[in-house]
């Protein structure tokens, strides 16, 4: 039967979902302090270069090796990331390296998720994988909100739905691109 199908994996499905929605409110709450500490250029520059986690991820536990051709596009996906979040002033940076290395990380490990998902997770379960996923980063970004004792307004709402559908667009395109291409093609 069609529940039968979609029971097997359910479990999978929750535990990858909880684990992203946690990486996920991770990267965007490191996104936050980063910002203030080391400014919006290194830390979108190390948030953008954390497409490499998950390439490695891909190469090194699912044997997604690329060809020549791909690591040359690979390759110039990096620099033109370095190339438009160059600084244009030549004074010395100030900045926090663990931080940065910490953005790169869970935005890559975020971006990790849709992958790992595609070669552990039961495909019929991809729509509840999402919605799990933005539901756990939904509430924990709620607890945490509570915690510091912060109401958000009308105004937040509607700029966080703004962006949450993007967001969720861009997960949900990205399984599909997976469905049908290597991971070292698909994200760069």
Sequence with gaps: SLFASH?????????LSVLYG??????LVLLQVSTRKNGIVL?????????????????????EIPALFQIIGFCLAIAAILLINSEKEGGAVDFKVGLLILLL???????????????????????????????TAFLLG????????????????FYGLLVGVPNYLSARFLLKALDHMPAVIAYP
């Design 7 to 15: 029971t097997s994996g359910v479990s999978v499905t929750i535990g």
């Design 22 to 27: 946690v990486i996920l409110l991770a990267g």
């Design 43 to 63: 830390s979108s520059l190390f948030m953008k270069l954390g497409l490499l986690v998950p390439m490695v991820v891909s190469i090194c536990f699912f044997r």
């Design 105 to 135: 990380l869970a935005n890559g490990g975020s971006d990790s998720m849709s992958k790992v998902f595609e070669e552990l997770g039961n495909g019929a379960l991809a729509d509840h994988f999402l919605l799990y996923t933005f539901l």
């Design 142 to 157: 709620a607890v945490l909100a509570l915690y510091k004792k912060e109401r958000p307004g009308k105004a937040d709402i």
